[in-house]
């Protein structure tokens, strides 16, 4: 997972075929126009960090899920075993992590398909950015919609859908929920840095 993580991470987000002049290093025109390599980057350092056993008990904080526990499926010791997810003040650092990472998606997503899409339609300005804000939420929607039914059918919730909070916060959870907990709450996260990116290149570009 962390190295699919890195590859997805390393791939290039610059534009071709258009030369601007650059501007300064650490101003804020620069790191509007590179944020998306300057937060891919933070979170390369963070999954190599997983990678080495001094630095693993940090960089956990932030790849991983905290507060796993091991229980026995059965009323005896023996049989077979699942691990499982309490919530905690440590999933803060996830939720940050990840934000970066749908920072990072965002950004490709723009850069590689709607960007690409709004050019072949000829849009307005008005239109180019309800375009982009549109594509991203219905991505967004259809694979959390798709995430979510998969979770209902394979843990059973469907047959009573009053388990979903029955007892919550204090029940376990499985990894794969734990983790869309995390992902639901990090994409929200993220958009209020998006939202003054937007602003600021409205700005210079008025």
Known sequence: LVSRITVVLAMP???????????PFFSQQFFIENHADIVSC???????????QVTHPIASMFVTAQYNTTL??????????ATLYFLGPKDVFA???????????????????????CR???????????????????SFYL??????????QQKEYLGSLSLLWREYPDVPVSF????????QIAYWVHCFPELYLMKAKKDDAC
């Open 95 to 117: 939720v940050l992590f990840y934000s970066l990472i749908w920072i990072t998606v965002h950004a490709l997503l723009h850069e590689y398909i709607w960007e690409k899409w």
């Open 143 to 152: 694979i959390s919609t798709i995430a979510g039914i998969s979770i209902l």
């Open 42 to 52: 933070v979170c390369m350092v963070a999954c190599v960090g997983m990678m080495f």
């Open 72 to 81: 026995n499926e059965t009323d005896g010791d023996e049989g077979p075993s």
């Open 176 to 183: 794969i929920e734990k983790m869309y907990y995390i992902l």
């Open 120 to 138: 072949r339609l000829h849009l307005s300005k008005t239109k180019t950015t309800q375009f982009y804000d549109n594509g991203q939420l219905a």
């Open 13 to 23: 987000l610059g534009r071709s075929g258009k030369k601007k002049s650059q501007a």
